[in-house]
């Protein structure tokens, strides 16, 4: 995992906006571990940058396997082609959103609002909140998750800690 770009190069080709319906979901699995890795430090290398200050991409790839939960991530794919992936974790009363990455090329396109409209779905159909954490260095995403409805409810040294409730 984490060696080689050029399965990635495809994943950069621009991309037209999509009929949402045409998105498919599916369990990842171990054969997808290359393709996780690529698009998480082909999407997250900026603002990761950005927060430690330099980019070294062993750490970062050694970090993503140690935290990888294959049986939590599911893949999202357009018309059969893998565009990205969501790891989400159940809990008792709320699911943690730990991940969500858009391959590049298909960044700004509504992938991620789509994805993150399903998990508030199904999260709301259990009587759950969606709980996740974002880099203070990815305004982008923050702003996407408050337009989306989450709140800022704590923060550390280079999060903001989010909260989607749920009016029961």
Not at 19 to 42: N, T, W
Not at 103 to 117: D, E, K, N, T
Request: proline share 2%; net charge neutral.
């Amino acid at each position: 995992m984490c060696r080689s770009r050029q399965s990635l190069a495809a994943l950069q080709a621009p991309v037209a906006r999509v009929a949402f319906e045409s998105i498919a979901m599916r369990q990842a699995l171990a054969e997808d571990g290359e393709f996780l890795a690529q698009v998480f430090l082909a999407s997250m290398r900026e603002v990761i940058t950005l927060a430690r200050g330099s980019w070294d991409e062993q750490r970062e790839c050694a970090q993503f396997q140690r935290q990888l939960q294959l049986r939590h991530t599911e893949i999202f794919e357009l018309a059969g082609v893998a565009v990205g992936f969501v790891t989400l974790v159940p809990g008792e009363s709320e699911i943690e959103l730990h991940t969500v990455c858009v391959a590049p090329a298909y960044q700004g396109r509504g992938f991620g609002s789509f994805v993150l409209q399903t998990v508030a779905h199904s999260a709301r159909a259990q009587g759950k909140a969606v709980v996740l954490s974002v880099l203070k260095s990815n305004p982008r995403a923050l702003a996407l998750y408050e337009r989306l409805g989450y709140s800022v409810v704590g923060q550390s040294e280079h999060h903001f800690h989010l909260r989607l409730h749920h009016a029961g």
